[in-house]
T-cell receptor, first 113, second 116 residues
């Protein structure tokens, strides 16, 4: 596609529910990043993929957060047993290589009630 | 210590005027990169401009230029001839190597409002 796409754009979950957020990177981009952006803050790094390999997951806040990219293109960020503090915008970005400029999707706004 | 510092939570500028958004950074990596992104109310982060630590000249992209002062660890964004559509959040970001791994760190952003 022309840009990075994410779905859903908005998600409301009850506390304790599991959610799955999808990211479709720019075609051919090897690198894929997930970020969490709290209200009024800058994005904070969650995890990084190079093709299908998850090379860095140091930013995942707890073991309730899990990400995958099984075929090296589409990625899914899963949050299990959501908590209110998980409410944020989740941004996905892709780039041709890790050192190259990242291009972001529109984000998924998650609200946990 | 903050890796990326944006000291201006909000800025106003008159349409057609120039505006400078401040960014200072802190890193011990000699080979780092600096980025500016624009985030309109729609939420998408839009890449504006990039400066590598070894680049001799300041980066420019259309109305955007980066005032890179390496010794001062400063990477200010200059927007010339401001337009109403420039109203948005602006984030400064840095890429650095930490323990052999590339890390990306974003500042807290500056909200710019362009006045008609």
């Amino acid at each position: 596609g022309a840009g990075v796409s994410q779905s859903p754009r908005y998600k409301v979950a009850k506390r304790g529910q599991d959610v799955a957020l999808r990211c479709d990177p720019i075609s051919g981009h090897v690198s894929l990043f997930w970020y969490q952006q709290a209200l009024g803050q800058g994005p904070e790094f969650l995890t990084y993929f190079q093709n299908e390999a998850q090379l860095d997951k140091s930013g995942l806040p707890s073991d309730r957060f899990f990400a995958e990219r099984p075929e090296g293109s589409v990625s899914t960020l899963k949050i299990q047993r959501t908590q209110q503090e998980d409410s944020a915008v989740y941004l996905c970005a892709s780039s041709q290589a890790r050192v190259e400029t990242q291009y972001f999707g529109p984000g998924t706004r998650l609200l946990v009630l | 210590a903050q890796k990326i510092t944006q000291t201006q939570p909000g800025m106003f500028v008159q349409e057609k005027e120039a505006v400078t958004l401040d960014c200072t950074y802190d890193t011990s990596d000699p080979s780092y990169g600096l980025f500016w992104y624009k985030q309109p109310s729609s939420g998408e982060m839009i890449f504006l401009i990039y400066q590598g630590s070894y680049d001799q000249q300041n980066a420019t992209e259309g109305r955007y230029s980066l005032n890179f002062q390496k010794a001062r660890k400063s990477a200010n964004l200059v927007i010339s001839a401001s337009q109403l559509g420039d109203s948005a959040m602006y984030f400064c970001a840095m890429r650095e190597v930490v323990s052999g791994t590339y890390k990306y760190i974003f500042g807290t952003g500056t909200r710019l409002k362009v006045l008609a």
